[in-house]
């Protein structure tokens, strides 16, 4: 082998020798490179772990900050890169009156990443980035997303019943602008359901179902069971274990704050009586004047029958001033025909009496002058003859006298009655010329009361012969009438209200203004609508019913039996509650902002049974609407005067108005003329239907016409607002609709031409009830009812034969001191409202509102707390109701048939039955506004300080709002994302 030969081999070597080093060198470096990023993995997974575990503890300091998370130990730290506040602030209904309402807290929030996990509006989103200073342990670049609630976590919950339904979906409630169908809505958490029965569900989208008894039944969707109950309704400070004691407290402070107005007196106290003055004269009457000047008693004012007479000779003429209307127009002359004949037949009756007589005289004087005892006893029985035929006439006279009252009433009977009550209406009023009465008498009143009266006494006798006490309040009642003094409403309404001691029942629509909170210790049912404006509170000390009174009319205009509920109103009643509407308008109506969705603010708390037979309805007034539009800044000083200026103008000139004398023109006259005959003076009344004596309870009725319709307008005109003349939209219709998308009516609200109309000011209001008001109560109620109306009253009551108005002049007085007191001239019957100024107010307004239609659209659905200390059944017996709308809360069973039901419902003690249940977690928490001292008012009649108190809504002293809602925070959505 030569040298080349021995090169190459060693050249061949050499590269066998350095590839085998290569290769070898290749497995070591891999070698070591897999040892290097199994170790980086580990560490990369480690602090992945650890950013899980600091994410976790990061959340966990959302829902407790109280607590210490996150060791020092922990490498890997996380923190917030976004953070929004949980939506619901506490006292968010404080804000309620400022001048852009309610934060819009609840408005759509974008957020990054994939925008189907936004969930319902408004959740507390958190962004969660981990990081770490230990260059081996760094985590991936992800951050977790997280979503925390403070509301209930639950659709429905029964922890001591079962539920039934036939669909449930955790359901987003969207803007009206969103365009997309609101029935497949879905937010991004899991509807959950906790019974301690069963829980039988049709289709149930995504949930979870917590069970401590029963057996779940699900037909359809996609759901997690568990059995027993979860933590957060294990733990001893679990929402129903804590809510009622929240809607107690709630009820207890709304019913018992310093600013709520107990108008109980106001509205029911004692009608004026014996036992009413003798309290006055005792110093018992701590609510005299309320009890005085209350609606009851304007509803049954009591007038007399007030006697008056005079004696000449034989003849006593005797005169009854009467509350009643004359008998009417046929009565004189079928009256005046009976007299006649009366007349002639006494006449000739009479002459034989005293012819008769006559001849006993002389029978007598020829006894007397006989001397011959035989002619002398045949002289004796002619006069016994002529004495007998004396007496026979005398008889025959007497029983004339006492037929003729039979005779009398066969004619009146005859005769029809006028209205017993007087005129209806104000239309009616305008047929009665004049304010002295009705021309004529009444005698068929007269008769009848008296043969009643004298039946009476006789049962007396008879009391008191057996031992008994007599009962002398039948003759003050007999002898009494009790009259309605003024109208209220519109001219052809008539006036329905019937007031008794427990019960309250009205046919109109009653409003409580911005701000208010009035309270009623009665049972209440309303032939009409309640209206409760922003912020208001009407409480009720009884059962509440609300009655349809069109349901046979197809007008939405008309009252129907619901109540409106505006921003921040409550209803609370200590008893049970129904109440009426329609399929196509709903029963309550709920009020909320247009384009903006709003914390919940409404409720409705009863201590008994809840019946709403078609459902809750979002809705919207005019006030809610896009006041910065410039189509609609007009309703601006709308808004404002509805909340402001016209309550107060309804104390001015409002619904109630005066009510014209009606009774007979004259007193009720009789000539009595007593004839002494052998067997006792015999009366003969005779009636005398001359025009003599005025009746003076003509002048009583209308001093008292004026004072308590300035009284019933003071204490009740801000209630009764929809039933003035000059209420622009329809009497007793609330501006309220059922909330669709608004462009549907936005034409429509634009034909409201208010450009023309100038509405006086809150300034110019306020002053004439500061200026007004306290000058009307000091010098008109007390001077006007000690001073003179006991006096009257008094009067009447001795029934002494005398002519009353002669000896007293009193209401002569009782007129000059009215005129004086309220700065009118009573004779021309001038109103406060045409001496304020202001009698031209709105004469322009018309209505411009069309029909509306029922067509419900589930976006912008605001909240309402319902509870019931009993059940809540809604649509309940074949009645339809498209939707409700709230947070139920019920101690026994609810039942809601409805289409949809969105928001939550819970029963403590029942069970659940619902048709389609739309999961809305923000309903389950509510804020109340709590209306504050009145600033202003009359010391010495405290109870009418309210009258005078012109400030509403944002003029209010509020207090601070009470909050009922869930007290821990829970994530509802969690996860990661690059």
Not at 542 to 566: Q, T
């Amino acid at each position: 082998m030569g040298p080349i030969a021995r090169r190459k081999r060693r050249a061949s070597a050499l590269v066998m020798v350095m590839s085998l080093m290569f290769v070898l060198l290749i497995l070591v470096t891999g070698m070591h490179w897999r040892e290097s990023t199994a170790r980086s993995s580990r560490l990369r997974e480690e602090a992945n772990l650890e950013a899980r575990v600091a994410a976790e503890y990061q959340v966990a300091k959302q829902l407790h900050p109280a607590f210490a998370f996150s060791p020092d130990s922990q490498t890997v730290k996380a923190s917030l890169a976004t953070s929004l506040p949980l939506q619901f602030p506490t006292g968010l209904a404080k804000k309620l009156f400022e001048d852009k309402g309610i934060a819009n807290a609840l408005s759509l929030q974008p957020m990054p990443k994939d925008p189907k996990l936004l969930a319902r509006p408004g959740k507390a989103w958190n962004l969660v980035s981990p990081s770490s200073s230990d260059p081996a342990m760094q985590p991936d670049k992800v951050k977790m997303l997280s979503v925390i609630s403070d509301d209930f976590a639950y659709v429905a919950c029964a922890p001591a019943g079962n539920i039934t339904a036939q669909r449930v979906q955790p359901w987003t409630n969207e803007l009206f602008k969103m365009g997309y169908s609101t029935e497949t809505a879905m937010n991004g958490a899991p509807a959950k359901l906790f019974a301690k029965g069963d829980i039988a569900v049709g289709n149930l989208t995504q949930g979870e179902l917590y069970l401590t008894e029963g057996t779940p039944s699900v037909d359809q969707g996609r759901f997690i069971a568990y059995s027993g109950p979860p933590a957060d309704l294990a733990a001893p400070d679990a929402y129903p274990n804590i809510i009622l004691g929240q809607i107690q407290n709630a009820m207890d402070k709304l019913s018992n704050a310093p600013g709520c107005q107990d108008k109980t007196q106001l509205m029911n106290g004692a009608l004026l009586d014996l036992e009413t003055v003798k309290k006055l004269f005792t110093g018992k009457i701590a609510d005299f004047f309320a009890s005085a000047l209350s609606m009851r008693q304007a509803m049954q004012f009591p007038f007399f029958f007030i006697p008056g007479g005079r004696i000449q000779g034989v003849f006593v003429t005797v005169w009854l001033h009467m509350p009643f209307p004359p008998d009417g127009a046929g009565a004189k002359g079928k009256l005046d025909a009976l007299q006649a004949d009366q007349d002639a037949r006494s006449a000739t009756k009479r002459g034989e009496y005293e012819t008769a007589k006559a001849d006993v005289k002389t029978k007598e004087d020829e006894f007397n002058a006989e001397t011959d005892p035989d002619k002398k006893a045949e002289k004796l029985k002619k006069v016994e003859e002529a004495k007998k035929k004396e007496e026979s006439v005398g008889g025959e006279l007497k029983e004339l006298s006492e037929n003729f009252g039979d005779e009398l009433k066969n004619v009146l009977d005859q005769i029809p009655d006028a209205e017993t009550n007087g005129p209806a209406t104000r239309t009616d009023d305008e047929s009665i010329t004049g304010n002295d009465g009705v021309p004529y008498m009444s005698y068929k009143k007269f008769y009848q009361v008296l043969g009643q009266f004298m039946v009476d006494v006789v049962l007396s006798v008879f009391d008191a012969i057996g031992g008994g006490t007599p009962d002398t309040s039948k003759f003050m009642n007999i002898l009494r009438k009790e009259v309605r003094l003024v109208h209220f409403g519109r001219k052809d309404s008539s006036t329905e209200f019937t007031i008794t001691d427990t019960d309250i029942e009205m046919k109109a629509t009653l409003d409580v203004p911005p701000g208010r909170a009035i309270k009623l210790r009665s049972n209440v049912k309303i032939n009409g609508d309640i209206w409760l404006m922003r912020g208001s509170t009407l409480i009720v000390e009884g059962n509440l019913d609300v009655v349809n009174p069109n349901a046979g009319s197809s007008d939405p205009r008309k009252p129907r039996g619901r109540v409106f509920l505006e921003e921040g109103a409550k209803l609370i009643v200590k008893g049970n509650f129904q109440c009426g509407g329609s399929e196509a308008l709903g029963s309550v109506l709920v009020g909320a902002p247009i384009s903006a969705i709003h914390p919940t603010t409404s409720a409705i708390m009863v201590t008994g049974n809840i019946n709403i037979p078609h459902g809750v309805w979002p809705a919207y007034s005019l006030g809610d609407l896009d006041m910065d539009n410039d189509k609609l800044k007009d309703l601006k000083t709308f808004r404002e005067a509805v909340s402001t200026v016209v309550p107060n103008l309804a104390k001015l000139a409002g619904p109630y108005h005066r009510r014209k004398p009606f009774f007979s023109q004259y007193a009720t006259m009789f000539v009595i003329a007593c004839i002494i005959t052998p067997i006792g003076p015999i009366p003969i009344p005779v009636p005398l239907p001359a025009a003599t004596n005025t009746n003076v309870n003509n002048k009583l009725f209308k001093a008292m016409a004026l004072i308590y319709t300035t009284q019933m307008n003071l204490a009740w005109g801000e209630n009764f607002i929809t039933h003035t003349d000059w209420w622009l939209i329809g009497e007793g219709m609330v501006p309220m609709f059922p909330k669709i998308n608004p462009t549907v009516y936005l034409e429509r609200i634009q034909n409201f031409n208010l450009k023309n109309i100038k509405f006086p000011s809150p300034d110019d209001a306020a002053n004439l009830i500061k200026t007004e008001g306290p000058n009307l109560v000091k010098n008109m109620a007390p001077m006007v009812i000690t001073d003179v109306v006991v006096k009257i009253v008094i009067k009447q009551l001795s029934f002494g034969l005398a002519d009353f108005v002669e000896q007293t002049g009193l209401f002569d007085i009782l007129e000059k001191a009215i005129a004086d007191a309220m700065g009118v001239d009573s004779s021309a019957g001038k109103s406060l409202f045409e001496v304020s100024g202001l009698s031209d107010f709105l004469t322009e307004m018309k209505s411009k509102i069309a029909d509306n239609a029922a067509l419900m659209m589930l976006q912008e659905v605001p909240g309402c707390l319902i509870y019931a200390g009993g059940r809540i059944a809604i649509a309940e017996g074949g009645v339809r109701a498209p939707v409700t709308i709230g947070m139920l809360v019920a101690q026994g069973d609810i039942v809601s048939n409805a289409t949809y039901t969105v928001g939550a419902v819970m029963s403590l003690k029942g069970n659940i039955t619902a048709n389609a249940l739309l999961f809305d977690p923000n309903t389950t928490r509510c804020s109340m506004f709590l209306p504050g001292e009145r600033s202003e008012g009359l010391k010495e009649l405290d109870w009418f300080g309210w009258a005078l108190e012109y400030r509403y809504g944002r003029l209010m002293n509020v207090g601070e709002p009470v909050d009922v809602g869930p007290t821990h925070h829970y994530p509802s959505i969690q996860g990661w994302h690059q």
